[in-house]
């Protein structure tokens, strides 16, 4: 079967927000290829090592590719986003001088290629992340999270989503009733359990990560452990979430609201929409870890946390990407 290959040349910056758009318009698959630099800054604190070969692309720039199905137009595709990529500049993402090519590739060119380099990553001191597909011997006290991606955003080796883990592991202490809001894979609510949480709702209005964080959770064996719902917060406080991934949609969540800990690994314009949601969420005393903020909104979120009745208890950072944890006053 052939594929049309959608590239797009662009800012690391703008990367999360051009896969979206590129999964929202019926996108196959997406790869991300950014900076392989020397001078690009490595976390090797937990022995990390990177296989991926040094490229020509320009330090702070990245290369987006999307699949999509034989019969679509690329011409129309391409017309489609570039309004939506040149928008992000109102929002203070700069997605630079946007290059668009398209291409038409086979089956095999892409659909399992990427996965010679999604290896086993130690995130944590505790967290490894292990593709499906690999074998791997953990150490005496690794805690093991298996993860097939599929087509939903979190693989942990994005800085966000590493940054997220790592700071859930310095909050957890055992017990907490969790949750995970923007789910997409399904990593962060599968790593609070195994970090010791009792239960977990992850929520996401996109059905695709739904069902991506529905098959990571039961690949983990924590079914009965994590609920995941085709929802967002507010849905979740006024009883009217859009189901459970497949599960009857008037089941009751799995966690008691108010819960001791919410996690959000998404975009700072998004948080700053539904801090009073998760202010309402939360026990007083609960924690709020914000994580996917990049440095030029730094201030924004910090100035809405405090806003809506928050203490920032922490700032944790990962090149240019900050997660904060905030308390309920």
């Known amino acids: 079967m052939k594929w049309h290959e959608l590239t797009i040349h662009t800012t690391e910056e703008a990367t999360e927000m051009?896969?979206?758009?590129?999964?929202?318009?019926?996108?196959?698959g997406v790869s991300i290829e950014e900076s392989g630099t020397l001078n690009k800054p490595r976390d090797t604190s937990l022995g990390q090592w990177y296989e991926l070969p040094l490229n020509d692309i320009p330090e702070g720039q990245a290369v987006i590719k999307g699949y999509f199905a034989e019969g679509t137009n690329p011409e129309e595709l391409i017309r489609q986003l570039k309004p939506r990529v040149e928008e992000l500049r109102e929002f203070d993402i700069d997605p630079g001088d946007v290059v668009y090519a398209s291409a038409d590739v086979d089956d095999e060119d892409w659909a399992t290629a990427w996965k010679q380099y999604f290896k086993p990553i130690r995130v944590s001191e505790k967290l490894t992340i292990k593709p499906t597909w690999e074998s791997y011997d953990p150490a005496d006290g690794e805690v093991i999270i298996e993860l097939d991606p599929g087509m939903a955003f979190g693989t942990g080796t994005h800085p966000t989503t590493a940054l997220c883990l790592r700071t859930l592991e310095s909050v957890i202490k055992g017990g907490e009733e969790v949750i995970d809001v923007g789910t997409g894979s399904g990593i962060l609510a599968i790593g609070a359990v195994k970090l010791g949480a009792k239960k977990v709702l992850a929520l996401d209005l996109d059905p695709v990560a739904v069902s991506s964080a529905t098959e990571n959770v039961h690949l983990n064996a924590l079914s009965n452990d994590i609920q995941v719902k085709v929802s967002d917060l507010l849905g979740v406080l006024k009883g009217n979430s859009a189901g459970n991934g497949g599960s009857s949609?008037?089941?009751?969540?799995?966690?008691?609201?108010?819960?001791?800990?919410?996690?959000?690994?998404?975009?700072?314009e998004i948080i700053l929409l539904f801090l009073d949601d998760v202010y309402a969420a939360l026990k007083p005393g609960g924690t709020y870890i914000a994580s996917g903020i990049y440095k030029n909104k730094e201030d924004d979120v910090e100035q809405g946390l405090i806003g809506a009745g928050f203490r920032i208890v922490q700032k944790h950072r990962d090149e240019d990407w900050i997660a904060f944890v905030a308390e309920k006053a």
Not at 18 to 28: K, P, R, W, Y
Not at 249 to 268: G, H, T
């Open 18 to 28: 051009i896969s979206n758009f590129l999964h929202e318009m019926g996108a196959g």
């Open 249 to 268: 949609e008037d089941a009751p969540v799995a966690v008691s609201l108010p819960v001791d800990l919410i996690v959000a690994n998404i975009l700072a």
